[in-house]
């Protein structure tokens, strides 16, 4: 599975991005999807992750009634829109494939295919 994510750029506090990852596999509706960041010197972290039908989504606690994790099957496609975006906000933004059979995991360690990362830079 490749994955190829695009939509990162510079935006001040306040912004707004919208992220899009695309999966090369037709079997794209049986992976359960997660976006990652990592900011400069630290651990990568979950930010949001959604079913295979996207009837459950899951979002980190800092990022929760901000940010929005969406599907659409039909186009191979999942998005992050990130709202009110602060500086803490910096990093580079990865979506992942899980083609396990167990829940929506929040676990990076879970998942098996990454994309290549977008850069997401919010100026205070």
């Known amino acids: 599975v490749q994955l190829q994510a695009s939509g990162g750029g510079l935006v001040q506090a306040g912004g707004s991005l919208r992220l899009s990852c695309e999966a090369s596999e037709r079997t794209f509706g049986i992976y359960k999807m997660g976006w990652f960041r990592q900011a400069p010197g630290k651990e990568r972290e979950f930010v949001a992750a959604i079913s295979r039908n996207g009837g459950s989504t899951y979002y980190a606690d800092s990022v929760k009634g901000r940010f929005t994790i969406s599907r659409d099957n039909a186009k191979n496609m999942v998005y992050l829109q990130m709202n009110s975006l602060e500086p803490e906000d910096t990093a580079v933004y990865y979506c992942?494939?899980?083609?396990?059979?167990?829940?929506?995991?929040?676990?990076?360690?879970?998942?098996?295919?990454w994309g290549q990362g977008t850069l997401v830079t919010v100026s205070s």
């Open positions: 992942a494939a899980d083609v396990g059979l167990s829940r929506v995991s929040t676990n990076k360690f879970s998942y098996d295919y």
